[in-house]
């Protein structure tokens, strides 16, 4: 297993439903992760449809983005109840003790103070007045030797030159205003983990509702681009990071034609969404 760390040269652009503008998130979503590959391997000329065959075998697993500062790594909090708000991530180490089944560990919050928000001003002009508006849209900086890392199974030469290339053309939004460009270094990642419950560090769309335990259901919409002009994506609800999984729950990727009937005939290609899980073993009572 492998880990990617993400160096952002610019300020970050990650945007969920509800959002707008004015929000950020503070994560890269797997199914995000996914699509830039798969776009930037198109760019690229390289075959597309192996790296999506082998992420639909299992040869290929990705999690989501989450925040890293210097060696220090974060994790989602897995979806356990506590008495009290914990906040979206745990080290590293704290979530090792938490899929351990530490049960005298004592959960407190941790602050991220490696990441700012900030708030750029934009004008907009009204097309039959002229008049401009202002409007503000909200990024993430990170400080330096911090940003976002994904673990990965079955990192490849297929990966490598993707992420060359993304980092040259951004990921996340507004990468035509030069935001999301990084610098990335792959190297080993471990997660010390036991147990017969499953925690997920990327999103996952359920094959059998029965093996979810705990979890937060997120709903996941974008945008897709092609010759033929911009397509909302059909709405989907996966399971959010750090969902907690009776049994081994593979997931799996969703073609958009299962919730759209006729979405690849309107945007010229097979579109998927990846809900394919990232499965770490734990002891959860």
């Not at 994790?75 to 979530?95: D, R, Y």
């Amino acid at each position: 297993m492998k880990a990617v760390k993400l160096y952002f040269k610019t300020p970050l652009r990650s945007g969920e439903a509800g959002l707008g503008l004015e929000g950020v998130a503070e994560v890269i979503h797997s199914d995000t992760l996914f699509a830039a590959i798969a776009n930037a391997l198109i760019a690229l000329n390289e075959d597309v449809n192996e790296f999506i065959e082998k992420v639909k075998a299992g040869e290929i697993k990705l999690s989501s983005c989450f925040p890293f500062n210097g060696d220090t790594y974060y994790l989602p909090a897995p979806q356990i109840p506590v008495e009290h708000k914990i906040g979206n991530f745990v080290s590293k180490e704290t979530f090792e003790k938490i899929i351990s089944g530490d049960n005298e560990l004592k959960l407190e919050k941790e602050e991220l103070d490696f990441i700012e928000k900030y708030e750029v001003p934009k004008v907009s002009l009204d097309r039959s007045t002229s008049n401009s508006n202002i409007y503000y849209m909200s990024a993430t900086r990170f400080r330096e030797g911090a940003g976002l890392y994904f673990v990965v199974d079955g990192y490849c030469k297929l990966l490598d030159h993707a992420l060359k290339y993304l980092g040259d053309d951004g990921i996340g939004g507004k990468k035509t205003w030069g935001l999301g460009r990084f610098e990335h270094k792959a190297f080993n990642f471990t997660i010390k983990s036991k147990g017969d419950k499953f925690v997920t560090l990327s999103l996952t769309y359920p094959t059998n509702k029965d093996s979810v335990m705990y979890w937060k259901p997120v709903i996941r919409s974008g945008w897709v681009n092609s010759k033929n002009g911009s397509f909302r994506k059909p709405k989907l609800i996966m399971a959010l990071e750090g969902s907690i999984f009776n049994e081994y729950e593979e997931g799996r990727l969703v073609d958009l034609d299962e919730a759209d009937g006729n979405f690849s005939g309107k945007v010229g290609h097979k579109v998927y969404a990846n809900g394919k899980s990232f499965l770490i073993p734990a002891v959860i009572q």
